[in-house]
């Protein structure tokens, strides 16, 4: 993918005057998102999109930062050198990559609106001999597998998907601020499914069965407009494994 700057930016009132005669809010905060997807004639597609730095938005791109090797069917290869036609190793045997959403963290960003104020380094070995075998870094879009026994009794499957984030101990997993830039990407397949990255399991892209209910017909616009790929928001398919959070996943197996 060609790299862009991804510097944050902020919206601008409509007119200097309305904003001087009404009550001083806050801005909107946007960002900057580079997209390439597949289309259906097998070309691909390179944009830039503005949109707002809310976690809708920013899920499609905060996943993986620069330097993480994906696991594809020609070796490891480093996420900024992939490209949607590319073929990864899944859950589900080989499928291709059909979209890569990125953006940058910028450091000295604590605006309430976004989400990409810190990321998570996972050290090498922090789940077992080379699980990672070297350091991983992701945001706050990461998401892996967790199993266990009690899961199955409750929910029906003994596999759930949590933010890695929410491991974050000081220790294994640490919450980091980078004093520079760091480029942030995901990736999204034909089917929602799971990647091993460094011994890690971790979801491809989703926005979640719930992203168009707080949707008006502009920001689904803008948004659908960042995919291409689909038409519609129903194109992105079925979330392979039910998304919680640790503190709910602790309830359930501590009941």
């Not at 077992?128 to 929910?155: C, E, F, K, Q, S």
């Amino acid at each position: 993918m060609t790299q862009l700057r991804h510097d944050l930016t902020v919206a601008q009132p409509v007119a200097k005057a309305q904003a001087l005669s009404q009550p001083r809010r806050s801005l909107a905060l946007m960002r900057k998102y580079e997209a390439a997807a597949l289309l259906p004639d097998l070309t691909v597609s390179f944009k830039s999109h503005v949109a707002p730095a809310t976690p809708l938005f920013e899920e499609t791109a905060t996943a993986f930062a620069r330097g993480t090797l994906f696991p594809t069917v020609r070796g490891a290869v480093a996420i900024e050198d992939l490209l949607p036609g590319d073929y990864i190793e899944t859950a589900n045997g080989s499928e291709a990559v059909m979209w890569i959403g990125s953006t940058s963290y910028i450091p000295g960003r604590d605006e309430v609106d976004t989400t990409l104020t810190s990321l998570t380094r996972v050290t090498s070995g922090a789940y077992g001999p080379n699980r990672p075998d070297m350091d991983l870094l992701v945001g706050p879009a990461a998401r892996m597998v967790i199993r266990h026994p009690r899961l199955g009794t409750l929910l029906g499957q003994d596999s759930v998907l949590a933010p890695i984030r929410d491991y974050a101990d000081g220790d294994r997993l640490l919450q980091i601020t980078p004093a520079g830039p760091v480029q942030m990407y995901h990736v999204m397949t034909a089917r929602h499914t799971t990647v091993m990255i460094g011994g890690i399991e971790m979801e491809t892209y989703h926005p979640g069965k719930s992203a168009g209910q707080a949707l008006g017909p502009n920001l689904r616009s803008l948004f659908l407009s960042m995919f291409p790929n689909i038409s519609q928001l129903d194109d992105f398919g079925q979330v392979s494994l039910t998304r919680t959070s640790r503190e709910v996943i602790d309830s359930l197996i501590d009941t």
